[in-house]
């Protein structure tokens, strides 16, 4: 089942902070989060996995909270290169990675 | 150190056909998923391969197979090609179990199915 995304959308100035959620129904075993430029393929940003180990790049932070079945992405002091639509993938219920799924994606735009 | 590659770029078919699409992996890793991605819309998981086997399976018709070979490269194969099959077909290959680890995504194919 695939995971909500809000907000749908955010447009950002420079610097601001912005914040993403995504969440699922279905008990998580990880998360995963990817920005996709218009035109290019998803690019890593972070997996954060039951259990509390994280992975991804030092700029970027994130929660996982493991009974709510939520996570959130953080975004500050946003760059004009962060803009893009942004997914988080679900999943992880057995060895192989089960019921592995894409949410529909959050647009961001940041402004000069 | 190359990373995802696929081909073809591009590929425009009619209804009924049978397209191949291929995929090698980024250098030392042995799993290999694939998604379809239609305009505006997330990636949807096609299926996963580990060990020349297909592991796990997303809400795909049997229209949809696919092969792994020794060397971990992938093709997918889509029969009898419905107008509703356009879309950005995506490779993603990452070192054991999609689901735990970071994936890389190749450019991905543009299939056009007239």
């Known amino acids: 089942q695939q995971p909500v995304q809000s907000p749908q959308a955010v447009i950002l100035r420079e610097g601001e902070d912005a914040v993403i959620n995504c969440s699922s129904s279905?008990?998580?075993?990880?998360v995963h989060w990817y920005r996709q430029k218009h035109g290019e393929a998803p690019v890593f940003l972070m997996i954060?996995?039951?259990?509390?180990e994280q992975k991804g790049h030092d700029k970027i932070s994130a929660s996982f909270n493991e009974k709510k079945q939520q996570s959130s992405l953080y975004l500050t002091a946003s760059q004009l290169s962060y803009s893009g639509t942004y997914f988080c993938?679900?999943?992880?219920?057995?060895?192989?990675?089960?019921?592995?799924?894409f949410g529909p994606g959050t647009r961001l735009s940041v402004l000069p | 150190d190359a990373g995802v590659t696929q081909s073809p770029t591009h590929l425009i078919k009619t209804r009924g056909q049978q397209v191949t699409l291929r995929c090698s992996p980024k250098s030392g890793h042995d799993t290999v998923s694939w998604y379809q991605q239609a305009l505006g819309q997330g990636p949807q998981f096609i299926f996963q391969y580990y060990e020349e086997e297909e592991r796990q399976r997303g809400n795909f018709p049997d229209r949809f197979s696919g092969h792994q070979f020794p060397n971990y490269s992938s093709e997918l194969n889509v029969n009898a090609l419905l107008l509703g099959d356009s879309a950005l077909y995506l490779c993603a290959s990452s070192l054991g179990r999609t689901g735990y680890n970071e994936q890389f995504f190749g450019p991905g194919t543009r299939l056009t199915v007239l």
């Open positions: 993938g679900t999943g992880g219920l057995d060895n192989y990675g089960q019921n592995f799924v």
């Open positions: 954060l996995l039951k259990g509390g």
């Open positions: 279905k008990a998580l075993y990880s």
